[in-house]
C-alpha cells in the first residue's frame, strides 16, 4: 500500500498558476506509475494527467494540455502538477492517484490506478 498526501491548492485569479505536490509513502514509489484527477462539483472525476514510473512517458488530457505539466521526484517520492493559465473551469478538488507499482505498463490508462489522496481544493475566480 501507499499513503498519498497532496498539497499546494487554493485561490487564484483567472490566468494565473498553482503548483500542486503530492507525497508519497514507502519505498516502491519509483516502481508506480503516477496520476492526477480532478472532480468539479456535479461532475465526474477526470482523469487528466499520468506519469510513467520511469518519467519516461506522460499523458495528459486534452482539456489542459499545453497549460499544465506532471513531473516526478523518485528520490523525493514526490509527483507534481505545475498548472498555468488556469482557467474557471480548472475549479476542483485535486486528486493524486498511484498504481499498484511493479514498474508495469499503462500510465496513461485511468484503470491503473488504485490508490489515492484526501484530495485538494483549486478555486480559480474569473
Known amino acids: 500500500q501507499v499513503q498519498l498526501v497532496e498539497s499546494g491548492g487554493g485561490l487564484v485569479q483567472a490566468g494565473g498558476s498553482l503548483r500542486l505536490s503530492c507525497a508519497a509513502s514507502?519505498?516502491?514509489?519509483?516502481?508506480?506509475?503516477m496520476g492526477w484527477f480532478r472532480q468539479a462539483p456535479g461532475k465526474e472525476r477526470e482523469f487528466i494527467a499520468g506519469i510513467a514510473w520511469s518519467g519516461g512517458g506522460i499523458h495528459y488530457a486534452d482539456s489542459v494540455k499545453g497549460r499544465f505539466a506532471i513531473s516526478r521526484d523518485n528520490a523525493k517520492n514526490t509527483v507534481y502538477l505545475q498548472m498555468n493559465s488556469l482557467k474557471y473551469e480548472d475549479t476542483a478538488v485535486y486528486y493524486c492517484a498511484a498504481d499498484a507499482g511493479g514498474y508495469r505498463e499503462g500510465y496513461y490508462r485511468s484503470s491503473i490506478y488504485e490508490y489515492w489522496g484526501q484530495g485538494t481544493q483549486v478555486t480559480v475566480s474569473s
Open positions: 514507502g519505498r516502491t514509489f519509483s516502481s508506480r506509475n
